[in-house]
């Protein structure tokens, strides 16, 4: 069988990415593959598993490096340990504080388990700090030996970095005056979705490609002060997409990000071609 996430708080955004991110078979081979210098280990003995869940303090969990090591590739280590275990353990679950502890946000602060955030904003954040970790790895793989090998050495062909590109798509805006048009494409990793009075999927897609008018538009020199209309369509599609469902809006009653619970359906199968620049 598989093996779980236990929930320290409220990881569950957090839980979901680390196993969406697992079971995509060449992004937990390259993970596992990678080989972090051997000054970046750490000590084995303080980083055992705790079996009931790990410390905590007034902010959540305890925020320490949990095990001795380089700081640069400590997180990345915690990956792999997670992603090991989840392929080998025999246990029922595997509990992610060494995730929890090593994952730092722009401010510099672990993981505070008992805040429930946005799956989207985590998942960004996470891609950039693994895609940032294999890059530095990337040309200098290190054996057990503690030999440097060239990426040219390396026993795979392919950088390691380049495992986190299926992610990346493009979308393409465009605005329209008459039979004139102009188009920006522009990168993506996850395609944004709207949840608020939105039912299903489906409607959401069609909400996504719906033009906007664009009233006092200067199109040129020559025309000025025009009605145009501007809408978003999917450019080129990743080999994996990661659809957002916006759940978090703003409420500006209370000035704080209101979680949407409501109901929100979506197929088993997705064709997204009718939302595609070709589709149109």
């Given at each position: 069988g598989?093996?779980g996430?236990k929930?320290?708080?409220?990881i569950c955004?957090?839980?979901?990415?680390?196993?969406?991110f697992?079971?995509i078979?060449?992004?937990?081979?390259?993970?596992?593959?990678?080989?972090?210098?051997?000054?970046?280990?750490?000590?084995e003995?303080?980083?055992?598993?705790?079996a009931e869940?790990?410390k905590?303090t007034?902010?959540g969990?305890?925020?320490?490096?949990g095990?001795?090591?380089?700081?640069?590739?400590h997180?990345f280590?915690?990956?792999q340990?997670?992603?090991?275990s989840l392929?080998?353990?025999?246990r029922?679950f595997?509990?992610?504080?060494?995730?929890?502890r090593?994952?730092?946000?722009?401010?510099?602060?672990p993981?505070?388990?008992?805040?429930q955030?946005?799956?989207?904003e985590?998942?960004?954040?996470?891609?950039?700090?693994?895609?940032?970790?294999l890059?530095?790895?990337?040309?200098?793989?290190?054996?057990?030996?503690?030999m440097?090998m060239?990426?040219?050495?390396?026993?795979?062909?392919?950088?390691?970095?380049?495992?986190l590109?299926?992610?990346?798509?493009?979308?393409?805006?465009q605005?329209?005056y008459?039979?004139?048009?102009?188009?920006?494409?522009?990168?993506?990793?996850?395609?944004p979705?709207?949840?608020?009075?939105t039912?299903t999927?489906?409607?959401?897609?069609?909400?996504?490609?719906?033009?906007d008018?664009?009233?006092?538009?200067?199109?040129d020199?020559?025309?000025?002060?025009?009605?145009?209309?501007?809408?978003?369509?999917l450019?080129?599609?990743?080999?994996?997409?990661v659809v957002?469902?916006?759940r978090?809006?703003?409420?500006?009653?209370?000035?704080?990000?209101?979680?949407?619970?409501?109901?929100?359906?979506?197929d088993?199968?997705?064709?997204?071609?009718?939302?595609?620049?070709?589709?149109?």
């Open positions: 598989f093996v996430l929930n320290l708080g409220n955004y957090l839980n979901s990415v680390m196993q969406q697992y079971h078979p060449d992004i937990c081979k390259g993970v596992l593959a990678a080989q972090i210098p051997l000054q970046s280990d750490a000590d003995g303080k980083r055992q598993q705790p869940g790990s905590e007034k902010n969990i305890e925020a320490n490096n095990g001795g090591g380089n700081g640069e590739f997180f280590g915690e990956v340990r997670m992603f090991a392929s080998l353990s025999d029922q595997f509990v992610p504080d060494g995730i929890c090593s994952f730092r946000d722009s401010s510099g602060n993981v505070d388990i008992k805040i955030k946005d799956a989207t985590f998942f960004g954040e996470f891609f950039e700090k693994l895609d940032d970790a890059k530095k790895l990337e040309g200098k793989t290190v054996g057990r030996s503690g440097a060239s990426s040219a050495q390396s026993s795979s062909s392919d950088a390691p970095s380049s495992v590109a299926r992610f990346r798509g493009t979308t393409v805006t605005i329209m008459g039979d004139k048009r102009r188009e920006n494409h522009q990168d993506f990793l996850n395609v979705l709207t949840v608020k009075n039912k999927m489906a409607e959401s897609f069609e909400k996504m490609k719906e033009a008018e664009l009233s006092g538009f200067d199109w020199e020559n025309t000025r002060n025009v009605n145009a209309l501007k809408r978003s369509l450019g080129k599609l990743p080999q994996t997409m957002q469902c916006n978090f809006v703003f409420n500006f009653d209370t000035f704080q990000q209101q979680k949407l619970n409501t109901r929100f359906e979506f088993r199968y997705l064709n997204v071609e009718a939302h595609t620049k070709e589709g149109m």
